[in-house]
């Protein structure tokens, strides 16, 4: 599947990181991204972190063009003939001030697709703010759902950002082999945030619940984490009957089988009574004896466990800016 999409011509007109991340993940399957940016300082991230740079843009292109000059439009129109994907990060009404909308580039290639990225979509009444990622969380309610505790990933960027632009494009790219035409897609990462809270408005709708109040946030012992003997912590998902039953059948207290869902005091009782089991042991000593077993119980990791096990991102090399400049 590496190469699924060699031969698609990507023009990565993106900033920062959820541009980048989208087109890294078409480049990792085949495709040729054009990274066009800023002559002199490019994109932000070059200096402003430049390990993040390097793993979004590696095995990419660097066409360094002013947008503002009307030599570098015409470039970009040139280009845009060729292209397959276009994705632009800007504020609403940037493109079309630089004379490069979506109705212009269709002009001169009915088959482009057209992929603008933002925090807030085109339209409505945040589309002109600025924002970040911590900015996205807090206007789709995601900060509200743990005592507004900032997340350690970027989930608005990447989740609700990068991965929906990529899952648009390819579908995008499928209706374009059956309809010959491209499209403008309008991504929005307040959107893609919000998609992702069925969960907690499902629960809230139906029991007025919000916050951890919900299943899958921590109210019950069955689906929560905890610290073991030796400082580390475990993750138990335990949510099916027969994972919880099994669980308190391997810890030695099957008298709280019964009790996965309950209540009032005797809900903490549960949670302290699986807790003290496991601060007897070591995480480690855990997880080798709970993992031939159905538990769902599975160490927490830090990043620099993972470094060790996960191939770095972004093996390719980085260009330099406006390396490939004609």
Known sequence: MDDVLQGIMVLDLTRLLPGATATAYLVEHGAEVIKIEQPGEGDYARTLAPEVFRATNAGKKSVAINLKDPRGREMLMRMAERADILVEGFRPGTMARLGLSYEELRGVNRRLIYASLTGYGQTGPYAGLAGHDVNYLALGGVLGLNDHVIPGVQIA??????????MAMLLALLERAKTGEGRHLDISMLEGVQSLLTVPLATYRATGREGCEEVLSGRYACYNVYQAGDGRWLAVGALEPKFWGELCRQLGCEDLIAQQFAEGE?????KER??????????????????????CVTPVRTISELAAEMPETGDGRVPALGEHNP
């Open 274 to 295: 699986i807790a003290a089991i496991f601060r007897t042991r070591a995480a480690a000593e855990w997880f080798e004896a709970l993992r031939s077993f159905d538990c």
């Open 266 to 270: 005797c809900r903490g009782q549960v």
């Open 157 to 166: 960027d990447l989740a609700a950002g990068a991965m929906r632009a990529v």
